[in-house]
C-alpha cells in the first residue's frame, strides 16, 4: 500500500459544480487548478475526480463515451495532465473515478457491437442469443440495433454492460470469465489504466467494482479479477491506489483493493449515522449507534487488519449532511469521521455545510440526487464565485438563499463549521494514532445510548475520543486516567470517582492512561 495512504485526507470534486472558468456555466480543470491551494489550506492531501471522460452525461458522465478521452466540457487531455502536476506540484495526489462495468450506447465499441456482422466488438458487450431471450434478473434494452438479441444494461438504459463473463454459466449466449472473450474485456481494463496511471494519475476510485462479472453471487468472480488487475498494477504500477465502490471490505480488500467505502446502502448502518430519521448525530438525542459499531467491528474481525475502510461525508449519490444536520452537529460529525480509521473522504461543500437542495430540476441523470451536486459556494459575487456566466445557463441552479454559506465568509468567522474541520485535520495530522493505519477499540457503544467512545492507538500512545452529538450530558464507567486534552468541542469531559461525563454538544479527544 502506498505510504501516504496512512494519513490521506481526500477531497471528493465534481467537477461539473466546482469551479468555472471559461463562463460555460460548466465547471472545468483549470478551476480545479486555481482552487488547489485552497483545498491544500483545509489540509486535504489527495482527491477523488468524479468522471471526466468523453461522454453525452446521461447519467452525469458515468456513461463513458472514450476512456481514453477527456469531456471537452472540462478540457482536453492535456489540460488534464497539468491538473496531474499540480496536485503533484503541491505534494498531494489525485485519484481518478474508473467505471469498468459498463459504457455509453454512443461509445464506438457499442455502435460496433450492434451490427450484425461479427467483428472485433461483437462480444464486448452481453448480449443474448435473441431478442425474445431476456436475461434472468438482470436489465437489458433491445430493439436498437440490426443485431438479433437483448444487451445488459448495469443502471440506466443508456448503460450496456460490458462482457467480464459469468461466474456460473446458465444459458448458451453466456461466457464463462475465464473464456477468451472475457479475459480481453479484462486486458482492455488494464489498458485504460496504464493509459492514466502512464499519464500521472495516482490511482482510480472504482465504481460498481463488485458488478462486472454476472451470476457471481458470493463475488468470487469479482474477487479473482480485481486479483488479476493488482498484479497487473503491482508489476507496472506499484504505487496506484485502488479504492472501491463495493461495501463489502472483507471482499474487496481480498480483491486487491487498499480501501472500500461504508456505503449508504447495504448492511453498513452507515445511515444510522447522519441521513434516517434520528440520526445519532442528532443533538435529539435520540439515535442509536450500536448496530453501526457492531457491523463495523465485524469487518475489521473479517479484514484481519488487511486495508482501510472508509466512512465519507456523502458523495454525489447521497444527500448532504446539512440535510439532516445543523450548526454544532455537523461540527460534532465532522469531530468523529476526522477521528476514525481509514482515509476520511470530504465531499466538496461539506465542509462549509452546503445545502441539499429541496424540488430541484433533475440534470444529466441526477433526480434527486441533483440536489446535492449544486455549484459550490466560493464567495459573495455573482453565482457565489462558481461562474461569471448568467445564472440560467448554470449546469445546476445555485442556492440563491441570501444566508448560504461560503468559503469566503466562513474563513473569515473563527467559529465557523469549515475552520473546524480545519482544526480537526490538523489534530489528526499531528497525531499517528489518529490516523488512517492506528488501532481502534470502542469503549462505549451503547444501544440508544449517549455517548460514543472509542481509543486510537499507535503502540504506547492512546488517545481516547468522546463524542457526544444529544443536547443533553452523558456519562459511562471508565477505568482511564485523562493526562491531557488534544482537541475539544464544547466542554471537556469529567472524569470522577471511575466515572467519565460528557458535556451535552461536545467532542474530545484525550490522551490517556490506565
Same mark, same amino acid.
Given at each position: 500500500?502506498?505510504?501516504?495512504?496512512?494519513?490521506?485526507?481526500?477531497?471528493?470534486?465534481?467537477?461539473?459544480?466546482?469551479?468555472?472558468?471559461?463562463?460555460?456555466?460548466?465547471?472545468?480543470?483549470?478551476?480545479?487548478?486555481?482552487?488547489?491551494?485552497?483545498?491544500?489550506?483545509?489540509?486535504?492531501?489527495?482527491?477523488?475526480?468524479?468522471?471526466?471522460?468523453?461522454?453525452?452525461?446521461?447519467?452525469?458522465?458515468?456513461?463513458?463515451?472514450?476512456?481514453?478521452?477527456?469531456?471537452?466540457?472540462?478540457?482536453?487531455?492535456?489540460?488534464?495532465?497539468? *491538473?496531474?502536476?499540480?496536485?503533484?506540484?503541491?505534494?498531494?495526489?489525485?485519484?481518478?473515478?474508473?467505471?469498468?462495468?459498463?459504457?455509453?450506447?454512443?461509445?464506438?465499441?457499442?455502435?460496433?457491437?450492434?451490427?450484425?456482422? &461479427?467483428?472485433?466488438?461483437?462480444?464486448?458487450?452481453?448480449?443474448?442469443?435473441?431478442?425474445?431471450?431476456?436475461?434472468?434478473?438482470?436489465?437489458?434494452? =433491445?430493439?436498437?440495433?440490426?443485431?438479433?438479441?437483448?444487451?445488459?444494461?448495469?443502471?440506466?438504459?443508456?448503460?450496456?454492460?460490458?462482457?467480464?463473463?459469468?461466474?456460473?454459466?446458465?444459458?448458451?449466449?453466456?461466457?464463462?470469465?475465464?473464456?477468451?472473450?472475457?479475459?480481453?474485456?479484462?486486458?482492455?481494463?488494464?489498458?485504460? +489504466?496504464?493509459?492514466?496511471?502512464?499519464?500521472?494519475?495516482?490511482?482510480? /476510485?472504482?465504481?460498481?467494482?463488485?458488478?462486472?462479472? &454476472?451470476?457471481?453471487?458470493?463475488?468470487?468472480?469479482?474477487?479473482?479479477?480485481?486479483?488479476?488487475?493488482?498484479?497487473?498494477?503491482? !508489476?507496472?504500477?506499484?504505487?496506484?491506489?485502488?479504492?472501491?465502490?463495493?461495501?463489502?471490505?472483507?471482499?474487496?480488500?481480498?480483491?486487491?483493493?487498499?480501501?472500500?467505502?461504508?456505503?449508504?446502502?447495504?448492511?453498513?448502518?452507515?445511515?444510522?449515522?447522519?441521513?434516517?430519521?434520528?440520526?445519532?448525530?442528532?443533538?435529539?438525542?435520540?439515535?442509536?449507534?450500536?448496530?453501526?459499531?457492531?457491523?463495523?467491528?465485524?469487518?475489521?474481525?473479517?479484514?484481519?487488519?488487511?486495508?482501510?475502510?472508509?466512512?465519507?461525508?456523502?458523495?454525489?449519490?447521497?444527500?448532504?449532511?446539512?440535510?439532516? *444536520?445543523?450548526?454544532?452537529?455537523?461540527?460534532?460529525?465532522?469531530?468523529?469521521?476526522?477521528?476514525?480509521?481509514?482515509?476520511?473522504?470530504?465531499?466538496?461543500?461539506?465542509? #462549509?455545510?452546503?445545502?441539499?437542495?429541496?424540488? #430541484?430540476?433533475?440534470?444529466?441523470?441526477?433526480? !434527486?440526487?441533483?440536489?446535492?451536486?449544486?455549484? +459550490?459556494?466560493?464567495?459573495?459575487?455573482?453565482?457565489?464565485?462558481?461562474?461569471?456566466?448568467?445564472?440560467?445557463?448554470?449546469?445546476?441552479?445555485?442556492?440563491?438563499?441570501?444566508?448560504?454559506?461560503?468559503?469566503?465568509?466562513?474563513?473569515?468567522?473563527?467559529?465557523?463549521?469549515?475552520?473546524?474541520?480545519?482544526?480537526?485535520?490538523?489534530? =489528526?495530522?499531528?497525531?499517528?494514532?489518529?490516523?488512517?493505519?492506528?488501532?481502534?477499540?470502542?469503549?462505549?457503544?451503547?444501544?440508544?445510548?449517549?455517548?460514543?467512545?472509542?481509543?486510537?492507538?499507535?503502540?504506547?500512545?492512546?488517545?481516547?475520543?468522546?463524542?457526544?452529538?444529544?443536547?443533553?450530558?452523558?456519562?459511562?464507567?471508565?477505568?482511564? !486516567?485523562?493526562?491531557?486534552?488534544?482537541?475539544?468541542?464544547?466542554?471537556?469531559?469529567?472524569?470522577?470517582?471511575? /466515572?467519565?461525563?460528557?458535556?451535552?454538544?461536545?467532542?474530545?479527544?484525550?490522551?490517556?492512561? !490506565?
Amino acid at each position: 500500500m502506498a505510504n501516504w495512504l496512512d494519513n490521506a485526507i481526500f477531497y471528493q470534486i465534481y467537477p461539473q459544480s466546482f469551479k468555472d472558468t471559461n463562463a460555460d456555466g460548466i465547471g472545468d480543470f483549470q478551476g480545479i487548478i486555481e482552487k488547489l491551494d485552497y483545498i491544500k489550506g483545509i489540509g486535504c492531501t489527495a482527491i477523488w475526480l468524479n468522471p471526466c471522460f468523453l461522454s453525452p452525461f446521461g447519467d452525469a458522465g458515468y456513461d463513458v463515451e472514450d476512456f481514453y478521452s477527456t469531456a471537452p466540457r472540462y478540457g482536453t487531455n492535456e489540460d488534464l495532465k497539468r *491538473l496531474f502536476d499540480e496536485v503533484h506540484n503541491r505534494d498531494m495526489h489525485i485519484l481518478l473515478d474508473l467505471v469498468p462495468g459498463h459504457t455509453s450506447i454512443e461509445h464506438k465499441w457499442f455502435k460496433e457491437s450492434q451490427k450484425d456482422e &461479427k467483428n472485433q466488438y461483437t462480444n464486448r458487450y452481453i448480449w443474448t442469443d435473441s431478442k425474445w431471450t431476456y436475461p434472468e434478473n438482470m436489465d437489458n434494452i =433491445r430493439g436498437l440495433s440490426e443485431r438479433d438479441g437483448c444487451c445488459v444494461v448495469n443502471y440506466y438504459s443508456c448503460q450496456p454492460a460490458l462482457n467480464y463473463g459469468f461466474y456460473n454459466v446458465t444459458a448458451p449466449w453466456q461466457f464463462s470469465c475465464n473464456s477468451p472473450e472475457a479475459k480481453e474485456m479484462r486486458e482492455e481494463l488494464k489498458n485504460i +489504466m496504464r493509459f492514466w496511471l502512464g499519464m500521472g494519475c495516482d490511482g482510480f /476510485r472504482v465504481d460498481m467494482a463488485a458488478s462486472l462479472v &454476472k451470476n457471481d453471487h458470493e463475488s468470487k468472480g469479482a474477487i479473482e479479477l480485481w486479483q488479476d488487475v493488482r498484479e497487473f498494477l503491482d !508489476k507496472e504500477f506499484p504505487n496506484a491506489v485502488m479504492i472501491s465502490e463495493w461495501g463489502e471490505p472483507d471482499k474487496a480488500l481480498i480483491g486487491g483493493f487498499h480501501m472500500d467505502f461504508l456505503l449508504p446502502y447495504g448492511s453498513s448502518r452507515y445511515n444510522d449515522l447522519f441521513r434516517c430519521d434520528e440520526p445519532f448525530f442528532s443533538s435529539r438525542g435520540k439515535g442509536d449507534v450500536a448496530e453501526f459499531v457492531a457491523k463495523y467491528l465485524d469487518n475489521c474481525n473479517k479484514t484481519g487488519g488487511k486495508g482501510f475502510m472508509c466512512i465519507p461525508s456523502g458523495n454525489h449519490d447521497t444527500p448532504r449532511l446539512s440535510h439532516t *444536520l445543523h450548526g454544532d452537529e455537523l461540527k460534532i460529525a465532522f469531530a468523529f469521521l476526522l477521528s476514525m480509521p481509514g482515509a476520511p473522504f470530504i465531499y466538496y461543500g461539506d465542509e #462549509i455545510g452546503m445545502k441539499y437542495l429541496e424540488n #430541484i430540476k433533475s440534470v444529466e441523470g441526477g433526480y !434527486k440526487r441533483t440536489g446535492s451536486r449544486s455549484p +459550490m459556494q466560493w464567495d459573495n459575487t455573482t453565482n457565489a464565485g462558481f461562474s461569471s456566466a448568467p445564472p440560467e445557463k448554470l449546469y445546476i441552479r445555485q442556492d440563491n438563499d441570501p444566508s448560504r454559506p461560503t468559503v469566503q465568509n466562513q474563513l473569515a468567522d473563527k467559529n465557523s463549521l469549515l475552520n473546524e474541520v480545519k482544526k480537526l485535520i490538523e489534530v =489528526r495530522q499531528s497525531e499517528h494514532a489518529l490516523q488512517g493505519g492506528g488501532g481502534i477499540e470502542f469503549v462505549y457503544a451503547k444501544k440508544e445510548q449517549y455517548p460514543l467512545a472509542y481509543i486510537r492507538t499507535d503502540g504506547e500512545n492512546r488517545i481516547l475520543v468522546v463524542i457526544n452529538p444529544s443536547e443533553k450530558e452523558a456519562s459511562f464507567d471508565c477505568e482511564y !486516567k485523562i493526562e491531557e486534552a488534544v482537541y475539544n468541542f464544547g466542554k471537556a469531559v469529567v472524569c470522577e470517582n471511575g /466515572r467519565l461525563t460528557a458535556a451535552g454538544q461536545s467532542a474530545g479527544f484525550y490522551r490517556i492512561v !490506565k
